[in-house]
């Protein structure tokens, strides 16, 4: 087996992204001891003397046919570019990553491009992008002996982490907000065994709750300020460029909730140049639901300076967030790659997630704001035709079916205040029809279906 061609990263030097100190230790909630800003892992040596990109490249492809978990692992395949472990059978790894690259012609053509890929984030073992960071945090976890692993969570975060707890023989504590997280997220949780609290607040109460229980409990914390987890989270974003032969898109479009997901992939593009991988950046684009739009008020009324919290609603309940806390490094992705930040409504998350759906590529409702918000951007000519544009989907159809269910049905948004505003999904509603078992009655709608085509 090959080796790498240099240790670029080391046993992870945490820095501040506020004050710049550099600390190996790190506090239980992953703030800056002097200044209490969130910190980072450093960026590898960017001395490309040291560091031979054709090697590197030629490397990871090499793992592509090994047996090894690691290799086999989308996460650790780039584990040069990960934070260094002394034992790596402490990793626990689900095979992550690996996410498949499609073209949504339907959407292209609604959308006015050329040409629309998706890097559909879904396809993790847990259905969402999250299990990327888990990969490397939770090890990270089980490295240190922690007994306990916990996390606030809209329903992805909790699924990912109570299954790498579990694989990693370590208890999961999850707090939820009550009533608002989609049943197939919940039941992930409950399945791979974690105790899980629904407290009666939003998301950003029960982090608050959180921040409190990990002062007063060694549990270790999972929730995307834990830089380990931006550090996984980075690798959608390596293993995008080596499925594109390495030409940096035009835009990458991604949701943005509690803002770990944008600066992680923002950290990595800029990395990935500085290493010398790529020579231009794509410009990075973040999506809001208008209900939740904490970073397009922080960019619009204070030029990105100050946090705007908001009280969050929206029916895509994965960015259900008011108080986002990587506001700051997703606030340096968009000036650092160039990109816009766009909130989308409620209609317009809807009617995206449906033109996703049937380009046959099935995500659920918060993957869907980066089509809607793409829409937006084409219109404001900062996407133009012809440019290469990827979207990020983070998770699966299948997270909430509820949602797709009811939208297909016309139940959405019954007695709300987009009760008026429907008529624009009709054409991509389709109930499930009740008949009689009757092959008459089959092919009468067989043929009225094939009438409308
Ligand atoms: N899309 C999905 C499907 C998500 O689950 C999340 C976040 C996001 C987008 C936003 O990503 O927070 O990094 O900006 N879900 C978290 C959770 C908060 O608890 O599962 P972000």
Not at 69 to 88: K, N, T, Y
């Amino acid at each position: 087996m090959a080796q790498p061609t240099a240790p670029v990263a080391t046993a992870s030097q945490l820095r501040c992204i506020a004050c710049g100190l550099v600390t190996a230790q790190t506090t239980p909630n992953f703030r800056c001891s002097a200044c209490g800003d969130l910190l980072e892992i450093a960026p590898p040596d960017s001395d490309s003397s040291a560091f031979d990109v054709a090697k590197t490249k030629a490397l990871w492809l090499q793992r592509r046919s090994s047996r090894h978990p690691l290799d086999q692992s989308g996460v650790w395949r780039f584990r040069d570019l990960l934070p260094g472990f002394s034992d790596e059978s402490t990793i626990i790894t689900l095979r992550e990553g690996n996410t498949p690259l499609y073209e949504l012609p339907g959407c292209a053509r609604i959308a006015g491009l050329r040409n629309l890929t998706a890097k559909h984030q879904g396809m993790n073992p847990t259905g969402s992008f999250k299990d990327t960071g888990m990969t490397v945090a939770a090890s990270v976890a089980r490295q240190q002996g922690f007994r306990w692993v916990a996390c606030a969570s809209t329903g992805n975060t909790s699924a990912s982490m109570a299954a790498y707890a579990a694989r990693g023989q370590m208890r999961s504590l999850v707090l939820i907000p009550e009533g608002k997280v989609s049943w197939g997220k919940l039941s992930q949780a409950l399945d791979y065994g974690a105790v899980t609290c629904q407290l009666r607040t939003d998301f950003d109460g029960c982090m608050r709750v959180l921040n409190e229980v990990i002062q007063r409990m060694p549990v270790y914390l999972l929730n995307s300020v834990n830089p380990y987890r931006i550090e996984g989270q980075k690798t959608a974003a390596i293993e995008l460029l080596e499925q594109l032969d390495w030409q940096p898109p035009d835009h990458v479009i991604v949701p943005g909730g509690n803002l770990g997901n944008s600066s992680a992939l923002g950290k990595a593009f800029l990395e990935m140049k500085g290493l010398g991988f790529i020579s231009a950046l794509p410009k990075i684009s973040i999506i809001q639901a208008e209900g939740a739009n904490a970073l397009v008020r922080s960019v619009r009324e204070t030029g990105g300076t100050r946090l705007v919290a908001v009280d969050a609603e929206t029916a895509a309940s994965a960015i259900r967030i008011g108080n986002p806390a990587s506001w700051k490094k997703a606030v340096r992705v968009l000036q650092a790659t160039g990109g816009a930040v766009e909130q989308v409504s409620e209609i317009e998350i809807a009617l995206a997630k449906a033109e996703i759906g049937a380009d046959g590529i099935g995500c659920e409702p918060a993957s869907a704001v980066t089509l809607a918000g793409l829409k937006k951007l084409i219109k404001q000519g900062f996407v133009k035709s012809g440019e290469s544009v990827v979207l990020i989907l983070t998770g699966h159809l299948l997270k909430d079916p509820e949602f797709t269910l009811k939208f297909h049905r016309g139940d959405l948004f019954a007695g709300s205040a987009h009760e008026k505003e429907v008529g624009i999904l009709a054409a991509q509603q389709r109930a499930p029809i009740v008949l009689d078992a009757a092959a008459d009655q089959v092919l009468k709608v067989l043929e009225k279906a094939d009438r409308r085509l």
